[in-house]
Protein backbone atom coordinates (compact mmCIF):
# COMPACT_ATOMS: atom_id res chain seq x y z
CA UNK A 1 0.00 0.00 0.00
CA UNK A 2 1.52 3.47 -1.36
CA UNK A 3 2.06 5.87 1.61
CA UNK A 4 -0.24 8.79 2.35
CA UNK A 5 1.51 11.82 0.96
CA UNK A 6 0.64 14.80 3.65
CA UNK A 7 0.49 17.70 1.25
CA UNK A 8 1.11 20.57 2.77
CA UNK A 9 0.99 23.12 -0.39
CA UNK A 10 -2.72 21.54 -0.94
CA UNK A 11 -3.49 22.48 2.69
CA UNK A 12 -1.69 25.92 2.59
CA UNK A 13 -3.74 26.91 -0.35
CA UNK A 14 -6.89 26.07 1.37
CA UNK A 15 -6.34 27.75 4.94
CA UNK A 16 -5.54 30.88 2.24
CA UNK A 17 -8.89 30.59 0.45
CA UNK A 18 -10.66 30.94 4.03
CA UNK A 19 -8.14 33.63 4.93
CA UNK A 20 -8.98 35.63 1.94
CA UNK A 21 -12.72 35.93 2.77
CA UNK A 22 -11.91 36.48 6.42
CA UNK A 23 -9.68 39.62 5.26
CA UNK A 24 -12.19 40.86 3.30
CA UNK A 25 -14.56 41.08 5.85
CA UNK A 26 -12.48 42.50 8.18
CA UNK A 27 -11.56 45.42 5.99
CA UNK A 28 -15.30 45.93 5.04
CA UNK A 29 -16.23 45.99 8.36
CA UNK A 30 -13.39 47.85 10.00
CA UNK A 31 -12.27 50.13 6.88
CA UNK A 32 -8.92 49.19 7.88
CA UNK A 33 -6.47 46.35 6.04
CA UNK A 34 -4.63 43.95 8.65
CA UNK A 35 -0.87 44.70 8.77
CA UNK A 36 1.78 42.15 9.18
CA UNK A 37 5.09 43.47 10.08
CA UNK A 38 8.53 41.52 9.66
CA UNK A 39 11.39 42.36 11.00
CA UNK A 40 14.82 41.29 9.69
CA UNK A 41 18.37 41.76 11.20
CA UNK A 42 21.02 41.74 8.15
CA UNK A 43 21.15 40.24 5.03
CA UNK A 44 21.12 36.25 5.76
CA UNK A 45 20.36 34.91 2.72
CA UNK A 46 17.94 32.37 3.48
CA UNK A 47 15.99 35.04 6.04
CA UNK A 48 15.48 37.69 2.96
CA UNK A 49 13.80 34.45 1.46
CA UNK A 50 12.04 33.79 4.07
CA UNK A 51 10.85 37.30 4.76
CA UNK A 52 9.89 37.49 0.97
CA UNK A 53 7.74 34.59 0.65
CA UNK A 54 5.56 35.53 4.17
CA UNK A 55 5.25 39.17 2.48
CA UNK A 56 3.71 37.30 -0.57
CA UNK A 57 1.76 35.13 1.31
CA UNK A 58 0.25 38.64 3.41
CA UNK A 59 -0.42 39.95 -0.25
CA UNK A 60 -2.30 36.48 -1.52
CA UNK A 61 -4.78 36.65 1.14
CA UNK A 62 -5.10 40.33 1.00
CA UNK A 63 -2.94 42.38 4.19
CA UNK A 64 -0.59 44.50 3.73
CA UNK A 65 3.46 43.14 4.62
CA UNK A 66 5.83 45.93 6.56
CA UNK A 67 8.97 44.41 6.49
CA UNK A 68 11.42 46.09 8.60
CA UNK A 69 15.13 45.79 7.79
CA UNK A 70 17.79 46.44 10.19
CA UNK A 71 21.33 46.71 10.00
CA UNK A 72 24.13 43.87 11.10
CA UNK A 73 25.31 45.56 13.81
CA UNK A 74 22.14 46.35 15.66
CA UNK A 75 21.86 46.30 19.25
CA UNK A 76 19.57 44.35 21.75
CA UNK A 77 18.17 47.34 23.07
CA UNK A 78 18.07 49.04 18.92
CA UNK A 79 15.67 45.93 18.27
CA UNK A 80 13.45 45.54 21.72
CA UNK A 81 13.09 49.66 20.68
CA UNK A 82 11.75 48.82 16.99
CA UNK A 83 9.84 45.92 18.96
CA UNK A 84 8.15 48.61 21.28
CA UNK A 85 7.43 50.99 18.75
CA UNK A 86 5.13 48.16 16.44
CA UNK A 87 3.29 46.71 19.66
CA UNK A 88 2.08 50.57 20.00
CA UNK A 89 1.27 51.22 16.28
CA UNK A 90 -1.94 50.37 16.05
CA UNK A 91 -2.40 49.38 12.31
CA UNK A 92 -0.17 46.53 12.97
CA UNK A 93 -1.88 43.13 14.04
CA UNK A 94 0.96 41.16 14.18
CA UNK A 95 4.84 40.87 14.64
CA UNK A 96 7.41 38.38 13.18
CA UNK A 97 11.05 38.42 14.05
CA UNK A 98 13.11 36.52 11.60
CA UNK A 99 15.16 34.24 13.47
CA UNK A 100 18.26 33.79 13.35
CA UNK A 101 19.60 37.05 14.52
CA UNK A 102 22.97 38.13 14.71
CA UNK A 103 25.11 36.72 17.82
CA UNK A 104 25.46 39.92 19.75
CA UNK A 105 21.38 39.82 20.40
CA UNK A 106 19.45 38.35 22.82
CA UNK A 107 17.00 36.81 20.88
CA UNK A 108 14.79 35.77 23.93
CA UNK A 109 14.29 39.22 25.22
CA UNK A 110 13.39 40.64 21.69
CA UNK A 111 11.09 37.73 21.46
CA UNK A 112 9.54 38.38 25.03
CA UNK A 113 9.24 42.38 24.06
CA UNK A 114 6.27 41.34 21.40
CA UNK A 115 3.44 41.70 22.85
CA UNK A 116 1.31 38.32 23.58
CA UNK A 117 -1.84 40.35 20.96
CA UNK A 118 0.59 40.75 18.62
CA UNK A 119 2.85 37.59 18.71
CA UNK A 120 1.41 35.43 15.68
CA UNK A 121 4.68 33.34 16.36
CA UNK A 122 3.80 32.18 19.17
CA UNK A 123 8.01 32.98 20.63
CA UNK A 124 7.43 34.67 23.89
CA UNK A 125 7.80 32.87 26.62
CA UNK A 126 4.07 33.82 27.88
CA UNK A 127 3.28 32.24 24.89
CA UNK A 128 4.49 29.23 25.02
CA UNK A 129 3.63 29.12 28.66
CA UNK A 130 -0.08 29.43 27.81
CA UNK A 131 -0.41 26.77 25.20
CA UNK A 132 1.04 23.94 26.86
CA UNK A 133 -1.04 24.79 29.98
CA UNK A 134 -3.91 24.47 27.08
CA UNK A 135 -4.68 27.51 27.45
CA UNK A 136 -5.70 30.42 24.31
CA UNK A 137 -2.62 31.38 22.57
CA UNK A 138 -0.51 31.81 19.74
CA UNK A 139 1.25 29.13 18.62
CA UNK A 140 4.91 28.42 17.31
CA UNK A 141 3.89 28.55 13.67
CA UNK A 142 5.68 25.44 12.46
CA UNK A 143 4.22 23.16 15.19
CA UNK A 144 1.02 24.20 14.81
CA UNK A 145 1.61 23.36 11.25
CA UNK A 146 2.51 20.12 12.08
CA UNK A 147 -0.76 19.52 13.99
CA UNK A 148 -2.75 21.07 11.20
CA UNK A 149 -1.12 18.46 8.96
CA UNK A 150 -1.65 15.50 11.38
CA UNK A 151 -5.53 16.53 11.81
CA UNK A 152 -6.00 16.86 8.08
CA UNK A 153 -5.38 14.36 7.04
CA UNK A 154 -6.85 11.84 9.44
CA UNK A 155 -3.28 10.49 11.38
CA UNK A 156 -3.98 8.82 14.58
CA UNK A 157 -1.59 10.87 17.51
CA UNK A 158 -4.23 9.27 20.67
CA UNK A 159 -1.78 7.08 22.45
CA UNK A 160 0.90 6.61 19.69
CA UNK A 161 4.30 6.96 20.94
CA UNK A 162 5.79 9.86 19.30
CA UNK A 163 9.38 10.84 18.89
CA UNK A 164 10.77 14.30 18.41
CA UNK A 165 14.37 14.99 17.53
CA UNK A 166 15.22 18.29 18.52
CA UNK A 167 14.32 20.26 21.30
CA UNK A 168 14.70 24.09 20.36
CA UNK A 169 12.59 26.28 22.17
CA UNK A 170 10.84 27.23 18.61
CA UNK A 171 9.94 23.75 17.70
CA UNK A 172 10.73 20.46 19.24
CA UNK A 173 9.57 21.73 22.66
CA UNK A 174 6.65 23.48 21.36
CA UNK A 175 5.53 20.30 19.10
CA UNK A 176 6.59 18.12 21.59
CA UNK A 177 4.15 20.22 24.08
CA UNK A 178 1.54 20.59 21.34
CA UNK A 179 1.24 16.84 20.73
CA UNK A 180 1.22 15.77 24.24
CA UNK A 181 -1.78 18.03 24.43
CA UNK A 182 -3.60 15.83 21.85
CA UNK A 183 -2.92 12.67 23.89
CA UNK A 184 0.19 11.59 22.04
CA UNK A 185 2.72 9.73 24.14
CA UNK A 186 5.85 11.74 23.65
CA UNK A 187 10.02 11.07 23.39
CA UNK A 188 11.88 14.32 23.03
CA UNK A 189 15.49 13.69 21.82
CA UNK A 190 18.48 15.71 21.27
CA UNK A 191 22.56 14.75 20.62
CA UNK A 192 22.71 13.88 24.37
CA UNK A 193 20.24 10.95 23.90
CA UNK A 194 21.71 7.60 23.94
CA UNK A 195 21.16 5.11 21.16
CA UNK A 196 18.71 7.38 19.31
CA UNK A 197 18.02 4.50 16.57
CA UNK A 198 16.58 1.92 18.98
CA UNK A 199 14.15 4.99 20.13
CA UNK A 200 13.37 6.48 16.59
CA UNK A 201 12.82 2.91 15.46
CA UNK A 202 10.09 2.44 17.87
CA UNK A 203 7.85 5.67 17.35
CA UNK A 204 4.42 5.20 15.64
CA UNK A 205 5.14 9.20 14.88
CA UNK A 206 8.59 10.68 13.94
CA UNK A 207 9.11 14.38 13.81
CA UNK A 208 12.19 15.26 12.90
CA UNK A 209 13.72 18.70 13.66
CA UNK A 210 17.06 19.01 14.22
CA UNK A 211 18.49 21.49 10.77
CA UNK A 212 20.54 18.40 9.73
CA UNK A 213 19.98 16.82 6.07
CA UNK A 214 19.10 13.12 5.76
CA UNK A 215 20.16 12.93 9.23
CA UNK A 216 17.33 10.32 10.26
CA UNK A 217 17.98 7.36 8.08
CA UNK A 218 15.54 4.68 6.73
CA UNK A 219 16.66 1.63 8.78
CA UNK A 220 15.94 3.74 12.25
CA UNK A 221 12.27 3.90 10.64
CA UNK A 222 9.79 1.37 11.74
CA UNK A 223 7.48 0.17 8.95
CA UNK A 224 4.32 1.98 8.85
CA UNK A 225 5.42 4.98 11.11
CA UNK A 226 4.51 8.36 10.05
CA UNK A 227 6.98 10.53 9.07
CA UNK A 228 7.07 14.59 9.54
CA UNK A 229 9.99 15.86 8.15
CA UNK A 230 10.18 19.60 10.13
CA UNK A 231 13.86 19.91 8.33
CA UNK A 232 14.95 22.26 5.11
CA UNK A 233 18.42 22.07 3.87
CA UNK A 234 20.49 23.02 0.98
CA UNK A 235 20.00 20.95 -1.72
CA UNK A 236 16.11 20.98 -0.88
CA UNK A 237 16.43 17.71 1.24
CA UNK A 238 14.93 17.56 4.79
CA UNK A 239 15.98 15.68 8.09
CA UNK A 240 15.08 12.51 6.56
CA UNK A 241 16.12 10.28 4.22
CA UNK A 242 13.24 10.29 2.72
CA UNK A 243 14.14 8.82 -0.72
CA UNK A 244 15.02 5.38 1.43
CA UNK A 245 12.10 5.78 4.51
CA UNK A 246 9.54 6.94 2.80
CA UNK A 247 8.49 3.96 1.47
CA UNK A 248 8.56 2.34 4.40
CA UNK A 249 6.04 4.73 6.34
CA UNK A 250 2.41 4.49 6.64
CA UNK A 251 2.51 8.44 5.70
CA UNK A 252 4.69 11.43 5.21
CA UNK A 253 5.42 15.32 4.59
CA UNK A 254 7.50 15.69 1.57
CA UNK A 255 10.12 18.39 1.55
CA UNK A 256 9.76 20.34 0.27
CA UNK A 257 6.15 21.29 0.20
CA UNK A 258 4.87 19.88 3.24
CA UNK A 259 5.55 21.66 6.35
CA UNK A 260 7.22 24.75 5.02
CA UNK A 261 3.99 26.13 3.22
CA UNK A 262 1.52 25.23 5.50
CA UNK A 263 4.22 26.93 8.62
CA UNK A 264 3.49 30.11 6.17
CA UNK A 265 -0.26 29.90 6.40
CA UNK A 266 -0.54 29.17 9.75
CA UNK A 267 1.45 33.05 10.41
CA UNK A 268 -1.49 34.22 8.15
CA UNK A 269 -4.23 32.58 10.06
CA UNK A 270 -2.90 33.73 13.71
CA UNK A 271 -2.36 37.45 12.16
CA UNK A 272 -6.24 37.22 11.06
CA UNK A 273 -7.23 36.12 14.85
CA UNK A 274 -5.20 38.87 15.93
CA UNK A 275 -6.94 41.22 13.65
CA UNK A 276 -10.60 39.77 13.93
CA UNK A 277 -9.39 40.46 17.99
CA UNK A 278 -8.21 43.85 17.54
CA UNK A 279 -11.14 45.32 15.58
CA UNK A 280 -14.02 43.02 17.37
CA UNK A 281 -14.81 40.90 14.35
Not at 85 to 99: A, K, S, T
Amino acid sequence: MEPLILDGKKLAGEIEQDLSLRVKKIIEQSGKTPILATIIVGNDPASVTYVRMKGNACKRVGMEPLKVEMPENTTTRELVDKISELNNDDRVCGILLQHPVPSQIDEQKCFNTISVEKDVDGVNTNSFGAMTMGLPAFFSATPFSIVSLIKRYGVEVDGKDTVVVGRSPILGKPVAMMLLNENATVTICHRHTVDLPAIVKRADIVVAAVGKPKFIKADWVKDGAVLIDAGYNPGNVGDIDLENAAPKSSAYTPVPGGVGPVTIAKLMEQTVIAAEKKFGI
